[in-house]
Structures are given as structure tokens and as C-alpha cells.
């Protein structure tokens, strides 16, 4: 039976419309009932902004061999969905196998919610996970990651999860636990911190230190200067795992599509790329306003509001592990201020601080203030056979 998970109405002549069934998305228009659950769950939402459906689909073709995706129903009302999903690079250097949940979604039924996660779980058991994390959108490095907790009346920034207030509850009631937070901090105007301009400007005018722009004409070289440079120093962060080659191809199609190359740095020493740090400028009104469908008109918005955007999000920053001691992360920092105003932004937000990356939060105190939002990612154990 293709059914993945059925509770069936106990009581005798209630409505069909109450039986519930979570079952595996299989064909085309199932898969845009998935894509597209969001829109009617935050209709009354104003601050939501749904991803680009483009780049969902794109992720779940490039996952279509390690992942499934599953959608609830209350008799033909869809309900609810969730993805499940194996990286079999995460899984190369771990003891315990680590599948992950993510895209979950889900009207405010607790029977939903935990059928979704049953379906997912029993998915990932059958092939050997022990262990699942989530939600991801199918790694931690993509966007949209954990689930909101704090911070529900303010907007998010582009890429990052808007999330409704009962989804910690779900994922809880559903024998998860939160396993790490990601902070957020507000950057008010585009005033440069002293402290910060102080500790840079020496480092600046080091005649073997250089800073400059992405060079969008030859992007896939610099898309794995990007990956070497991430996968050298961010490797010590929790939970990280290694860029692969696919995702630099997506790197490439993200960056040619909402990068603004004034402000995606590196910075140079002797002529060898030491870090980098990538901005990305707002694009949520775009996607409200299209609802995150690039055509007919999403992708003729997108382009006419590149170079017109107000708020930047410093997406993520890098410098490799023998120039740490010599001041380029602070200095990638004052680069970004100063291109940054000189290319209208005037706020931002630093974006999914590992709680434990003290050096990072500590870095961003200096120059953003701490905000009140807070997302969590949740981790289960399932049990052996």
C-alpha cells in the first residue's frame, strides 16, 4: 500500500474528510501541491516571504536519489508536508548514520504533525539512520534552517526561515529535543563601529593585503576559491559539512541570480585568497509580491530591484586558518560597511550564529547588537532494531 502512515476516523459515519493519510509524493502535480503548501498555511502572514519555488525544485531534483518527500492529507485536503533526507557526505566520518528532516510544514493538527515525522523516520530507519537532525533543507548549509523560536514579529531576511509559532511544539511532542540555536544580530544603520575601523585600517594598509570584489565574469573559479576558503575554516563549526562540487554549481546559479558583487569580498594575502565574506541584499518584498514564482513576472521584479535594495545580509564569512591571527575577518567586516554604504545599504542582519561559535558572536557584538531572534535545530535518536 502506498499509504506511508493512516489513522482512520474511529467513530462511525464521521466525514471521510477526517481521515488522515500521509503518503510519498510521486508524480509531478503532487510535488506542486508540496512545493506550493506554504502559500495558503501563511496567507494571513505578512511578514512571511515564501522561497523561490525554482530554487526548492531545483534542491529536490539534485536530492531525488537520497531524499523523499511526503505530504498529509485530511481526506483530499493536503495538510501538512515534510522532506527526509540522507547526506552521504555528512555520513562518510560519522559513527552514528545522520538523516535529516526539513521543509516540514503543517497546519495546526498534532495528529498531522506526527504522522509526518513518523513517515520521515520510518523512511530513514529502513536505510540504516539512527540519528536525525533537522530541520534542514536537506543540509545545514542550505537555506531555510531551523525552526523559528523567538523574534515572530520581526521580518526575516532573505533566505532565512519565517516559521509559524507552534512548529517547537510539534517537533518536540514528537520526542526532539533542541540540540543548537542560531542567534541573530541587528545591524541599525550603516554608521562604521570605531572599534572596528580602528583594528582594520592598520591591517588595510599592509602593502601585502588586498581586498576586492567577486569577478562575476569568471564566477565558477571563484565560486571554488568560495569552497576551498569555507571548507578550510569553517570545518571546526559544528555539525559542518564539506562543500561538494554540486553545491558549488549552485553557488553559481544563486550568486548570478540575487548577488550584488560590490559587496561578496575577498581578501587576499601575497596574492592568495585568505577569506571572503558573502552579503546578500534583501529580496523578501520580491518574493511576497510574486509569491515566489520567478515567472511571468517574479524574475522581471528580481532584476529590476537588483542594485535598488536597502538591507544586507551578511551571509557568511571565512578566513583560513594560518591568517586568523592577522585581523582580515575584521577587516572583511570594515570592507563590507564601507562598499556596503557606498552602494545605498543602510541595515542588515547577521544571520544563524552558531550559539557556540563565541569567536563569530563575539566578532559580531562589536559591530551589531543582539537581536530577539533565535532559531532552533532539533535532533532524535531513533530507536535500533
Partial sequence: MAT????????????????????????????????????????????????????????????????????????????GRIAASIDSVKNRDTKCATGAFGMFECRDDAAAAGALFQ????????????????????????????????GFDLPPTFGTTYSLEYYPRMVEEAEYRPVM????????????????????????????????PIEMKRVWDEARLIKNIFNGSLNENWEFVPFTDAQVKGMVQELRLVADPRVV??????????????????????????????????????????????RLRPYALGVLPRYRREGLAGL???????????????????????????????????????ERKVHKIYEKYLAGE
Avoid at 4 to 21: D, K, M, N, P, V
Avoid at 55 to 66: Q, V
Avoid at 129 to 145: A, C, H, I, N
Avoid at 362 to 370: K, M, S, V, Y
Fill in 119 to 150: 513517515a520521515a523516520e520510518g523512511w530513514l530507519a529502513k536505510r540504516g539512520v539512527r540519528r536525525v537532525l533537522g530541520p534542514y533543507g536537506f543540509t545545514q548549509e542550505d537555506p531555510y534552517v531551523g525552526f523559528l523560536a523567538e
Fill in 265 to 310: 569580498l575577498f581578501v587576499e594575502v601575497r596574492g592568495e585568497a585568505a577569506g571572503c565574506v558573502i552579503n546578500i541584499p534583501c529580496y523578501n518584498d520580491v518574493l511576497r509580491a510574486c509569491r515566489g514564482r520567478l515567472f511571468p513576472t517574479g524574475l522581471l521584479r528580481l532584476l529590476l530591484a537588483k542594485g535598488n535594495r536597502s
Fill in 4 to 79: 506511508a502512515a493512516t489513522t482512520r476516523a474511529e467513530a462511525e459515519g464521521q466525514s471521510c474528510e477526517s481521515i488522515l493519510a500521509v503518503e510519498p509524493v510521486r508524480s509531478k502535480r503532487e510535488l506542486s501541491v508540496f512545493l506550493n503548501m506554504d502559500l495558503s498555511l501563511y496567507a494571513d502572514r505578512p511578514l512571511y516571504a515564501p522561497p523561490f519555488r525554482h530554487d526548492l525544485a531545483r534542491r529536490i531534483r539534485k536530492w531525488a536519489s537520497s531524499a523523499q518527500l511526503f505530504i498529509a492529507r485530511r481526506g483530499s485536503r493536503p495538510v
Fill in 332 to 370: 572583511l567586516i570594515y570592507e563590507t560597511f564601507i562598499r556596503g554604504a557606498e552602494a545605498g545599504y543602510t541595515t542588515g542582519e547577521v544571520t544563524w550564529v552558531l550559539e557556540n561559535n563565541t569567536a563569530m558572536n563575539d566578532l559580531a557584538a562589536q559591530f551589531a547588537r543582539p
Fill in 181 to 212: 540555536d542560531l542567534l541573530s544580530y541587528a545591524i541599525d544603520s550603516n554608521k562604521l563601529p570605531e572599534p572596528i575601523a580602528e583594528k582594520a585600517i592598520p591591517v588595510k594598509q599592509r602593502p601585502e593585503v588586498t581586498v576586492r
